[in-house]
């Protein structure tokens, strides 16, 4: 079974940075994207950004581009989100996915079979 689990996330003040961790165990991640979403109180759940286990390609999303890189280390099978220049509305519950991957799904949570718990990011200015 697959198991995600996310940490580091926290309070910051605006324009200071955190990263965020996700240690994915259970199976083999070579042909899978990990994804990273959010969700604000009364919003829907938003795409952040995602990696392409195998070949390391990253997507994101268009409000956190230039900001928050997404990278991975394969021995430990875990995945990170820097933010960087974090602003109050970056302030959400940041949710690892994990998927099969397909290109055109990356963005779209409903293709993502697992995820974390989900860590809780404070931005306050």
């Known amino acids: 079974q697959v198991h995600l689990v996310e940490s580091g996330g926290g309070l910051a003040q605006t324009g200071a940075s955190l990263r965020l961790s996700c240690v994915a165990s259970?199976?083999?991640?070579?042909?899978?994207?990990m994804g990273w979403f959010r969700q604000a109180p009364g919003k829907e759940r938003e795409f952040v950004g995602s990696i392409i286990w195998n070949s390391g390609r990253t997507y994101y999303a268009e409000s956190v581009e230039g900001r928050f890189t997404i990278s991975r280390t394969y021995g430990r099978n875990a995945v990170y989100l820097q933010m960087d220049n974090l602003k109050a509305e970056d302030t959400a519950t940041y949710y690892c996915?994990?998927?099969?991957?397909?290109?055109?799904?990356?963005?779209?949570?409903?293709?993502?079979?697992?995820w974390g718990q989900g860590t809780q990011v404070t931005v306050s200015s």
């Open positions: 996915a994990a998927m099969g991957f397909r290109a055109a799904a990356v963005a779209i949570a409903e293709s993502y079979a697992y």
């Open positions: 259970g199976r083999t991640f070579d042909s899978w994207a």
